[in-house]
């Protein structure tokens, strides 16, 4: 799986605006806030934590990456923030009224594990995303024409791998015990600077972050040169339109006790 040691500063620099794109689907899959509880799982440099803290939730993030978290508390410091990764939050069954982890189970070692553990800890609603299409043509191009091989990502086993589908996505939700998870695909268009997409290489995240890291000094400076270009030709006003899609998927639960009882409704 993707390392994110020391990408906290990269990542709020990069992909943290693409990541918030699926705000509005969130919160249509959660409802009104009325002053519930919601944690957000994974929640990185807390754009989105803090995006559903303003609609009126009373939100918490939970972020095991030190320098997300230390980004998180400085820009959102009246947000708490917990140290905590799936598939063991430091939460009791049924902490919070409502769960989101936002592209988070595309990145675990265990997804269905993992679902189960965002089920464990909420009391009325859980929610999650993963990709399904992004432009991954970009980063292959820069690294055809740089004349490097693109670093290939860490795969699940089969038997814990899923497809990154909205029928695979929801399969995958209910074998980890979500009840009757609801998912739709949202697309929309991210329209980057050139400057976020090379701190995201430069820094260290994801496909192209791999690819930079692994490269020496003049691989580096073709694969710079490389992407100087693509941009070059492939953007409109300063910015390059990058199309992606993502499975939004919502379940109902409710707890009993001190354990936890499931049922759709």
């Excluded at 009246?78 to 069954?93: K, N, Q, R």
């Excluded at 919070?96 to 675990?108: E, I, Q, R, T, Y």
């Excluded at 091989?149 to 990154?164: H, N, V």
């Excluded at 009757?180 to 090379?198: F, K, S, Y």
Aim: aromatic share 8%.
């Amino acid at each position: 799986m993707k390392d994110w040691a020391g990408t906290g500063r990269a990542y709020a620099d990069s992909y943290a605006s693409l990541c918030v794109g699926t705000a509005d689907a969130l919160r249509d899959a959660l409802g009104a806030p009325a002053d519930r509880t919601l944690l957000d799982v994974g929640s990185g440099t807390g754009l989105l934590t803090a995006a559903l803290a303003q609609d009126g939730w009373e939100t918490s993030g939970c972020e095991p990456e030190p320098t997300m978290r230390e980004i998180a508390q400085r820009e959102h410091p009246l947000i708490p923030v917990h140290d905590g990764s799936l598939p063991s939050l430091p939460f009791a069954a049924g902490a919070f009224d409502a769960v989101v982890a936002n592209f988070v189970l595309n990145h675990v070692s265990d997804p269905r594990g993992a679902a189960r553990e965002l089920l464990r800890v909420s009391r009325e609603r859980v929610a999650a995303t993963i990709w399904t299409d992004s432009p991954s043509w970009l980063w292959r191009e820069v690294s055809e024409r740089a004349g490097v091989a693109p670093a290939t990502g860490e795969r699940l086993p089969p038997e814990r791998d899923f497809e990154r589908s909205v029928e695979g996505f929801g399969r995958m939700l209910a074998d980890g015990g979500w009840p009757r998870p609801q998912v739709v695909e949202v697309t929309w268009t991210w329209h980057a600077r050139p400057v976020e997409l090379w701190a995201s290489a430069e820094g260290g995240v994801g496909a192209a972050g791999q690819t930079f890291r692994s490269l020496g000094d003049s691989d580096r400076s073709s694969f710079r040169a490389a992407f100087d270009l693509v941009c070059a030709e492939r953007s409109t006003d300063g910015r390059l339109p990058l199309q992606h899609s993502a499975a939004v998927a919502v379940a109902q639960v409710y707890q009993v006790g001190s354990g936890t009882s499931l049922r759709s409704t």
